[in-house]
């Protein structure tokens, strides 16, 4: 079964590039040049995964995603001539999958676009892998409710198996502190900074080889938590 990749750029030689090679390796390529006609396309198509640009004319890539993501988890990885830090956090923390900076190495996007297609099938199937999250030796297994570290199983309680687990399942995307509060403890936060912090120490303890050097859980000063991608 073909697996379908729409690309969204309103530079048509830069879709044309990427279809090029896509193609080689097999891909169905659907083609759009702003935002309303991804939108579109993914309304009437079966789309497994989009490469978004952010500035487009007519529907930014911002607002494109974000409308993309009311309905559904289609794997996005993001394009953009920005390459401030700013500019990536707020992609992935508005539903991005990943991000490349403009310009890109091509074998370098494919290389993403298999990560991420990898991510979402199992065995070649579209079925989805909905219990096991992971990111390198991070790995949790929410049937069983087991998370282990480079193979070896860390105790968490059940507190801080919601945030990893929160963390891991959407990795590489900054949750903000009200966020992890409102989606674990299910109640509106209200100066929830204290309570976070404490978990969030306790956890790195835990699952860091170095807790003042973190692999996984990292902070981003400013904005928020996320486990980093791997």
Known sequence: ?????????????IVRAISIYLENEGYQVYKAYDGIEAIDLIRDHSIH?????????????????MKIRQDNM?????????????????GLNIGADDYMAK??????????????????????????????????????DDERKVVT?????VHLTPVQYKIVKLLTANAGR????????EKVWNERAVNPENTVSVHIRKIREKIEINPKEPRYLKVVWGVGYKVEKY
Do not use: W
């Open 149 to 153: 570290v480079d193979k070896e199983e």
């Open 49 to 65: 995964l989009i490469i978004m640009d952010v500035m487009m004319p007519k529907m930014d890539g911002i607002t494109a995603t």
């Open 74 to 90: 289609i794997p996005l990885i993001m394009l953009s001539a920005k390459s401030e830090d700013y500019d990536k956090i707020l």
């Open 1 to 13: 079964m073909s697996l379908n990749i729409l690309i969204c750029d309103d530079d048509k030689e």
């Open 103 to 140: 310009p890109f190495n091509p074998l370098e996007l494919m290389a993403r676009v298999k990560s991420q297609l990898r991510r979402y099938t199992t065995f070649g199937s579209l079925e989805m892998s909905s219990h096991v999250f992971q990111s390198g030796g991070l790995m949790i």
């Open 174 to 181: 900054v949750f903000t502190i009200e966020e992890i509060y």
